[in-house]
């Protein structure tokens, strides 16, 4: 399985950004496929994640209203549009993948995902 992240940038506060992750390698089919986020100096953290079998997409609270995930079964592509960003968002953003459909207090953890893609950044400026 290969994942790739794409659609970081320099953004002003308030502004937006759309991320892409591109999944190839196998069926999607009942997997989880999550975004995470790692700033200078801290531990990567949470963002959202959603599941390919459908169901509730779920959210870190630091992004919930702001952030979206949605996925695109044809193009086996998930997507995190962000808006209203602020400085604190800057990190670099990762996409990561598991082949099972985890309940949500293991799919917030990125020990649970078994492939990652190479991550984009995401710079805000103030």
């Known amino acids: 399985v290969q994942l790739q992240a794409s659609g970081g940038g320099l953004v002003e506060a308030g502004g937006s950004l759309r991320l892409s992750c591109a999944i190839s390698?196998?069926?999607?089919?009942?997997?989880?496929t999550g975004w995470f986020r790692q700033a200078p100096g801290k531990a990567r953290e949470f963002v959202a994640f959603?599941?390919?079998?459908?169901?509730?997409?779920y959210y870190d609270d630091s992004v919930k209203g702001r952030f979206t995930i949605a996925r695109d079964n044809a193009k086996n592509t998930v997507y995190l549009q962000m808006n209203s960003l602020k400085p604190e968002d800057t990190a670099v953003y990762y996409c990561?993948?598991?082949?099972?459909?985890?309940?949500?207090?293991?799919?917030?953890?990125?020990?649970?995902?078994?492939?990652w893609g190479q991550g984009t950044q995401v710079t805000v400026s103030s």
């Open positions: 959603t599941r390919w079998s459908g169901g509730n997409n």
């Open positions: 390698g196998r069926t999607l089919g009942s997997g989880t």
């Open positions: 990561a993948h598991n082949g099972r459909r985890g309940i949500p207090e293991l799919s917030r953890r990125d020990s649970w995902y078994d492939f």
